[in-house]
């Protein structure tokens, strides 16, 4: 007889990866030889002192970028010269690029029109909103998952800005992404507001991969299963967060920064 190993006692499966990814901007090298593997289920980081390259790789695994060297698969596809809206179809997706909020539709409506889009339903705009009751039940589903449901029926323009980011976050999930990127999701945010979707975060990476660019050590502290650092566009370390921030080079290359 067989038993089903638990997920958390798997050995963890990697979606995405880079190897000897680089970028040049002229003679400039902003990313070096970067090698990357991101895993499901698991919250990874990338942080480093400002300039260090940690926007420049999330554009390029994004594919918002093409590499200057190196090459990036995703679920085992070579994705290296792919474009964006291709690499976000295969469920590789960035939380801005699917999740524009429209201010003047409630939270409902805003995840509905979200959800029709993997349908090819985009263009139809002008269909009324009520043709979309069918979505309703995933609509609340994923409502739910982010913790809105008190706020299912306000408008998006009436909601604080951690909960219109955390509206972004549920209308980027309806596209059921293997791999979600954020781009400092804490940006900007009051404490309750980190906390808040710190645990969404958590929450949506049960069933898929995170990466996140995220300058609020604390959280990646809290919420990072694991951490790259990069320095110079080079990793200078890698591991969990205990790892790295007691690693005396990581310490260094923050010394004197905001974030130490
Ligand atoms: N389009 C570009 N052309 C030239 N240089 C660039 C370009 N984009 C980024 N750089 C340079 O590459 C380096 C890395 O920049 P990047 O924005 O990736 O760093 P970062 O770690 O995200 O920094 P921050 O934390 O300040 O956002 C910097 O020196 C930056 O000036």
Redesign the pocket.
């Known amino acids: 007889m067989t038993f089903a190993v638990p997920e958390s006692r798997k050995e963890p499966r990697t979606v995405l990866s880079a190897r000897g990814l680089s970028m040049s ?1 002229g003679a ?1 090298s ?1 990313v070096r030889n970067v090698d990357l593997d991101v895993h499901h289920a698991r919250v990874h980081a990338l942080i ?1 002192p ?8 999330f554009n390029l695994l994004t594919k918002f970028l093409t590499p200057t060297g190196g090459t990036i698969t995703f679920m085992g596809t070579d994705i290296t010269r792919l474009p964006p809206d291709r690499v976000a179809r295969m469920g590789l997706v960035r939380s801005f690029q699917i999740s524009a909020v429209f201010p003047h539709l409630t939270v409902l409506d805003n995840v509905r029109v979200a959800l029709q889009r993997p349908n090819g339903l985009a263009t139809q705009f002008w269909r009324p909103l009520s043709a979309l009751d069918s979505l309703n039940e995933r609509a609340d589903r994923l409502i739910a998952a982010v913790g809105l449901s008190e706020a299912r029926n306000a408008m998006a323009a009436d909601l604080s800005y951690g909960r219109k980011r955390v509206l972004e976050i549920a209308t980027t999930l309806a596209l059921d992404p293997k791999v979600l990127l954020l781009d400092e999701p804490m940006a900007g945010m009051g404490g309750e507001d980190v906390a808040v979707v710190a645990g969404i975060i958590r929450n949506v990476a049960r069933d898929r991969a995170v990466l996140m ?1 995220e ?1 609020n050590l604390k959280v990646v502290a809290d919420i990072c299963d694991h951490v790259t650092v ?1 320095q110079r ?1 080079e990793i200078l370390a890698e591991g969990d967060y205990r790892t790295v921030s007691e690693d005396p080079r990581v310490r260094a290359a923050y010394m004197g920064t905001e974030e130490a």
């Open positions: 901007f400039f902003a480093g400002n300039g260090a390259g940690k926007t420049t790789v660019v300058h990069l566009g």
